[in-house]
């Protein structure tokens, strides 16, 4: 998942790592150069699919004007981490 609009700066890693590890999910979450974020989720689908909208809105400060979701197979991730 990438999400585009005014998302570093504004503890987006941090929040989006604290909903996933409170959802139980593994993953990571990281800033691109280009200003936008990227994640990958992994977990029972009903949780990412929670996440993913969580993303849309992201926290208090975050202005998230797109979120890019492709769907990938599975690498066994065992813990959610910032990257």
Request: net charge negative; glycine share 10%.
């Given at each position: 998942?990438?999400?585009?609009?005014?998302?570093?700066?504004?503890?987006?890693?941090?929040?989006?790592?604290?909903?996933?590890?409170?959802?139980?999910?593994?993953?990571?979450?990281?800033?691109?150069?280009?200003?936008?974020v990227?994640?990958?989720?992994?977990?029972?689908?009903?949780?990412?699919?929670?996440?993913?909208?969580?993303?849309?809105?992201?926290?208090?400060?975050?202005?998230?004007?797109?979120?890019?979701?492709?769907?990938?197979?599975?690498?066994?991730?065992?813990?959610?981490?910032?990257?």
């Amino acid at each position: 998942m990438v999400v585009s609009g005014a998302v570093q700066g504004v503890f987006f890693r941090d929040t989006c790592r604290r909903q996933a590890r409170a959802a139980g999910l593994a993953g990571w979450v990281r800033n691109c150069r280009d200003g936008r974020v990227e994640a990958a989720f992994e977990g029972a689908p009903s949780d990412v699919h929670a996440l993913v909208a969580w993303c849309r809105d992201g926290p208090p400060m975050a202005q998230v004007d797109d979120v890019e979701v492709v769907e990938e197979d599975t690498t066994g991730e065992s813990l959610f981490r910032v990257r």
